[in-house]
């Protein structure tokens, strides 16, 4: 069962990046054409950027690790690689009681991974591709926010229809996670 | 002929062969194009290097040959010489002879080398003369003045004597100079001349001239290849990767029953694993010959009489460990001349002898490498320790009757220790001693002092044999596996909670007679989350346990402090290839790494002497709470 849900989520994937290469490939017409990665966090919707995926798995056994701040859930080997886990929802503060995130088996795993950072980040759902035009994306965010929490992880919200999807910047959060992790570590 | 000298030849040949090859190359370049000076540079200092290599080990042949060449392109170099298309003829055979020089060490043959190094010589001279001569002019002006001057100077002097004999001393002197001059160049000349019909003649012979030239023209191969370390590091790298996927497959597949069919895999697979490890040994040795010149500057600075001995120079060991702990063994050592050894006068008083000794000695233990550096000089004074570590700030005075001797000794090496006032160019800058303790910390190692006023003191550092495995304990704490590694582990002993009794902040028992910390590991991972908190954290886990429960405990020492670790449960021992933690984990401090387990499942090693300060802090925010 989950493996076949696996295997549907990698097929959306794929399908996702093809279609945004033949984007690419037009793009003389449709410059303007965003592949999104969508996934529910909370109430809300939250959206990156579908180059910043490597890949969407079954959530593996992760492992505590100490000294982390609580939205770490620990580290999990993945095709061999160790990657950080993420609870977004306990990092933004947004966490519903309902969702229980530590249940692994049903949740998914969004892989993040570049030059020199490798987090997976906890999703419930099986995320959406999303294509939206670049004009449909509001840049100019004017969200208030509590001083303390920088918030430039947020790039942009996006309308259609009548839904709304918040737009970030993954390696913007983990970064900032990384500074909040060596503060507290310090104090 | 020791297997040491043995492998130094072998290295001389590896870099001569390379030498000759890159002379090889860039000759034809410079046939190509006379005018680059960056190649004629380049030949200069490869023909350098090889002749100081080869004068080094003794091979006077190759490096009197290299000698020759080195000083052609010098004079190239320095524009003396102007390089035109014949001269490469000599060029080409005398690299070739210099080839079948390097290859005769192999195989002991007779290559005859005068010839063609006369006649480089000879290119040489030839170069010089032309030289001189443009240079003639000059000199004979010189002579002109010089002349008369005698003239002047030979009448003086035989003032009382005779007019007679004036005038004849002076015509005297007069030829003189002239066969004087001639005499320069004449030997010369016939020098020259010499040597060419002697160069003709071993032509005329060359029986042994033409084989040198056949030899020199095969393409060899050296029998030693070098590796980048780094090559080396990722081979290992991937050997321990297959040693878990090995691991992974046996763990899933020994339900079955038939553990045999995986036999021949592990056995091979272990083979791989140690022949890998066993390129990367190399004897230790190597780093300790260097020190002699270490001892000798130290002992000259500080005007001592020290000598160093050196014990157990074929152990191996990693090449790696022996790069990182190089800089440390460095500052012991110059420790040991500089505090430990006493002045020669000091040392006349208390009855030793004049020159002092330091030993460095490499030994093999069951699971790595001690190496113990001693000196006979005056030992460290605990009670200078003492006042020390109070005036920096390291301890309190309520703290001080608390700390044994060992303890206290081992505060040099903490940050900012320094026991002598004064502030020398060798060694007490304050810096240094908690740099060799965090190489140590980083490869795993152990420190242990031994000392004795007035006989002297040894300093003992265990080292791991080899970086890529590790040999660990796997324990369970809170249904998670986790690794400890057995480099630190001490003992493994179960305990009653009745055994262990609160103190002041945090638990104590007792172990073989000793008085040993308690920590439960659950309360020093959640310890971050409550700093600041509850002062008597640590003891939270003792709370609640059930008064007849059996406890676990993992005792591990760490630079003589010992600490037993509470843990859930024992699995067993196994050995690990240990991941580094990366971003956004690398600010995690109680653990040094992770692997990954048979399951598939990462595991984390435990950082041993992050864990050990930690509890050390904890212990002293608690009594300063109180």
Not at chain 2, 106 to 118: A, E, L, N
Not at chain 2, 399 to 420: C, H, K, V, W
Not at chain 2, 430 to 450: E, F, P, Q, R, Y
């Given at each position: 069962m989950a493996d076949i849900q696996e295997k549907k989520l990698k097929d959306k994937v794929l399908e996702a990046k093809k279609l945004k290469e033949e984007n690419l490939k037009n793009s003389n017409q449709k410059l303007d054409l965003m592949q999104l990665i969508a996934f529910k966090q909370g109430e809300e919707e939250y959206a990156m950027n579908i180059d910043q995926i490597k890949e969407v798995v079954i959530t593996p056994n992760i492992t505590k690790m100490p000294q982390t701040p609580e939205y770490i859930k620990g580290v999990a080997n993945i095709r061999g690689n160790i990657i950080a886990i993420m609870d977004l929802e306990e990092k933004f503060g947004i966490k519903t009681k309902e969702g229980n995130t530590d249940a692994a088996g049903k949740n998914f795993t969004l892989v993040i991974e570049s030059e020199d950072l490798k987090v997976g980040i906890l999703v419930k759902e099986v995320p959406n591709t999303l294509a939206v035009s670049e004009s449909d994306i509001d840049e100019a965010v004017n969200v208030i926010h509590s001083s303390n929490v920088d918030q430039n992880y947020i790039t942009g919200i996006v309308k259609i229809d009548d839904r709304l999807v918040i737009l970030i910047d993954v390696f913007k959060v983990v970064n900032e996670v990384d500074i909040s992790t060596t503060n507290k570590i310090a104090v | 002929m020791s297997s040491k000298e043995e492998e130094y030849k072998e290295i001389f040949l590896a870099e001569a062969q390379e030498n000759f090859e890159d002379v090889n190359r860039l000759l034809t370049d410079l046939e190509k194009n006379l005018e680059d000076k960056n190649i004629v540079n380049a030949l200069f200092r490869i023909t350098h290097t090889l002749k100081g290599n080869a004068a080094g080990m003794g091979f006077l042949d190759i490096s009197s040959l290299a000698h020759v060449i080195e000083d052609l392109f010098g004079e190239v170099r320095e524009g003396k010489l102007k390089l035109t298309k014949?001269?490469?003829?000599?060029?080409?055979?005398?690299?070739?002879?210099?080839?079948?020089?390097?290859?005769?060490?192999?195989?002991?043959?007779?290559?005859?080398?005068?010839?063609?190094?006369?006649?480089?010589?000879?290119?040489?001279?030839?170069?010089?003369?032309?030289?001189a001569s443009a240079a003639k002019p000059a000199e004979e002006e010189e002579n002109k003045v010089e002349a008369p001057a005698a003239k002047k100077k030979a009448p003086a002097k035989s003032k009382a004597k005779s007019a007679k004999k004036k005038t004849t001393s002076a015509k005297?002197?007069?030829?003189?100079?002239?066969?004087?001059?001639?005499?320069?160049?004449?030997?010369?000349?016939?020098?020259?001349?010499?040597?060419i019909s002697q160069d003709e003649e071993e032509e005329d012979t060359g029986v042994s001239e033409t084989e040198a030239t056949e030899t020199g023209n095969k393409i060899t191969f050296s029998d030693l290849v070098q590796v980048p370390v780094k090559k080396l590091d990722n081979l290992l790298n991937l050997v321990g990767e297959l040693i878990i996927e090995r691991d992974r497959i046996i763990a899933a597949h020994s339900q079955n029953g038939n553990s045999n069919e995986y036999a021949r895999l592990n056995r091979i697979s272990s083979d791989l694993q140690y022949s890998v490890m066993?390129?990367?040994?190399?004897?230790?040795?190597?780093?300790?010959?260097?020190?002699?010149?270490?001892?000798?500057?130290?002992?000259?600075?500080?005007?001592?009489?020290?000598?160093?001995?050196?014990?157990?120079t074929n152990t191996e060991i990693d090449r790696n460990i022996l790069q990182i702990i190089s800089d440390s063994l460095i500052h012991l050592i110059r420790n040991c001349v500089s505090h430990g050894i006493e002045s020669p006068e000091e040392r006349k008083k208390n009855k030793k002898s004049e020159a002092g000794t330091v030993t460095l000695a490499a030994r093999n233990d069951s699971d790595g490498v001690i190496i113990d550096i001693t000196d006979d000089g005056k030992g460290i004074d605990v009670e200078r320790v003492r006042e020390k570590a109070l005036a920096k700030g390291l301890v309190t005075k309520e703290?001080?009757?608390?700390?044994?001797?060992?303890?206290?000794?081992?505060?040099?090496?903490?940050?900012?220790?320094?026991?002598?006032e004064e502030v020398t160019s060798l060694s007490g800058?304050?810096?240094?001693?908690?740099?060799?303790?965090?190489?140590?910390?980083?490869?795993?190692?152990?420190?242990?002092?031994?000392t004795e006023k007035g006989k002297g003191t040894t300093i003992s550092l265990k080292l791991p044999s080899s970086m890529a495995v590790k040999g660990t304990l796997l324990f369970e704490s809170e249904n998670q596996q986790y690794a400890i590694p057995l480099s630190y582990t001490e003992a493994v002993v179960s305990l009653y909670k009745s055994s262990i009794h609160k103190v002041s902040g945090g638990l104590i028992a007792t172990h073989l007679g000793k008085t040993i910390s308690i920590v439960f590991l659950k309360d020093l991972f959640t310890f971050y989350k409550h700093a600041g908190g509850s002062h008597n954290h640590l003891q939270t886990g003792f709370n609640d346990l059930h008064p007849e429960q059996q406890l676990h405990v993992v005792i591990v020492t760490y630079n003589g402090r010992t600490v037993g670790l509470v843990v859930d449960k024992l699995l067993q021992q196994k050995e690990i290839v240990e991941k580094p933690l990366m971003k956004p984990l690398d600010q995690i401090k109680l653990i040094s790494g992770v692997t990954i387990l048979g399951n598939g499942h990462v595991c984390p090693v435990l950082n041993i002497a992050a864990i050990m300060s930690t509890i050390f802090n904890a212990n002293l925010s608690n009594q300063k709470a109180i």
């Open positions: - | 014949d001269m490469f003829t000599s060029l080409f055979r005398a690299v070739d002879t210099l080839g079948a020089l390097i290859n005769s060490l192999k195989d002991g043959s007779k290559v005859s080398f005068r010839g063609i190094k006369t006649k480089l010589e000879v290119i040489i001279n030839r170069a010089k003369e032309e030289e005297k002197e007069e030829p003189k100079k002239e066969v004087e001059n001639e005499e320069l160049t004449a030997p010369q000349l016939e020098e020259i001349n010499k040597l066993d390129v990367r040994l190399v004897q230790v040795g190597f780093l300790f010959n260097k020190f002699h010149r270490v001892v000798r500057d130290a002992a000259a600075v500080e005007a001592k009489n020290v000598n160093l001995e050196l014990k157990g703290m001080l009757p608390m700390i044994n001797e060992q303890d206290m000794l081992m505060l040099i090496f903490e940050a900012g220790f320094s026991t002598r800058r304050g810096v240094g001693m908690d740099v060799v303790k965090k190489a140590l910390d980083s490869i795993g190692g152990n420190i242990t002092l031994h």
